[in-house]
């Protein structure tokens, strides 16, 4: 990887990187060594990018199929790749706390994988910042693939042939009411809750906010699974905040970490981010 230079952020995961600017040609042999640093080090944070809506949409193309945004197509059924991530709005508007919006994308601080409800879930996002607050408004990121190597291996054994179902609505009506088309485009669905890597072989189970239930299992024994993974994930040890930066592109892998926004004081700050995704390859049970 000659043209990356790596700097590690935590002992788990993560690297800063210099070297390569987002928004040039991105050769063959750049966009190879970019999915293996993704399998590496399953997070890439890029500071000081020139980054514009076209260069982000090229740079997702090149990595591989964008994802359409989930909101708009559920709510309106129009394909947009982009979604917009802060109390900013496309006009330059500021929304503040109380805003429906603004409440809304609360539900990002709770622990989640992007788009783990889908039948073809996320295999990377992208997310570029305009403009980030002066004081919170950090995302948190971990990794399920450390933490399912710390599992003890009867445990490893255990949930490997598990499935779980996501589910949207069950996760973000937690913080506020999903509008009827979108929550009807989004039907429970069903991902294994061990996934392996195929780049690299290494494990990582599959859970967060939308893992709703373990197929076959009760209501009471899945919850019990799921929190215990989500909490052996989510020490305070093991948790990366990555505080936003203008500039700032960071590029993480759904597949095997999770992240959550950590707050911020909507009604004093601005924070406005781009972000786009790249599906993966196809569905969890197939893989």
């Not at 294994?192 to 009760?218: D, Q």
């Not at 799921?226 to 590029?251: E, F, K, M, S």
Request: charged fraction near 25%; glycine fraction near 8%.
């Amino acid at each position: 990887m000659s043209q990356f230079i790596f700097e590690s952020l935590h002992p788990d995961f993560g690297a800063r990187v210099e070297g390569v600017d987002l928004t040039a040609e991105l050769s063959d042999d750049v966009v190879r060594q970019f999915h293996e640093a993704i399998d590496t080090y399953s997070l890439l944070w890029f500071p000081a990018q020139p980054m514009t809506d076209a260069a982000q949409l090229v740079l997702t193309r090149r990595l591989g199929e964008p994802e359409a945004e989930h909101v708009t197509l559920g709510k309106t059924g129009e394909v947009v790749y982009f979604g917009t991530v802060g109390n900013i709005t496309d006009s330059g508007e500021k929304q503040d706390g109380g805003h429906p919006r603004t409440r809304y994308q609360t539900g990002n601080e709770l622990w989640h994988s992007d788009s783990s409800f889908r039948r073809v879930p996320s295999y990377v996002s992208i997310n570029h910042a305009y403009e980030a607050p002066g004081e919170g408004g950090a995302t948190e990121f971990v990794s399920m693939r450390a933490a399912y190597a710390r599992l003890p291996a009867e445990m490893q054994a255990e949930i490997d042939p598990l499935h779980a179902i996501h589910d949207y609505v069950f996760s973000r009506t937690q913080r506020a009411p999903v509008d009827p088309n979108h929550a009807a485009s989004l039907p429970p669905v069903e991902q294994k809750l061990v996934r392996v890597n195929r780049g690299n072989g290494l494990k990582n189970y599959y859970v967060g906010s939308h893992a709703r239930s373990i197929v076959g299992w009760t209501g009471i024994e899945s919850r019990k699974l799921l929190d215990d993974l989500l909490a052996r994930t989510t020490r305070a040890q093991d948790i990366y905040p990555h505080q936003w930066r203008a500039g700032d592109t960071v590029i993480w892998d759904n597949r095997c970490l999770l992240h959550r926004g950590a707050g911020y004081d909507a009604d004093r700050w601005r924070r406005r981010m781009r972000q786009t995704r790249v599906a993966g390859r196809g569905p969890t049970v197939e893989e």
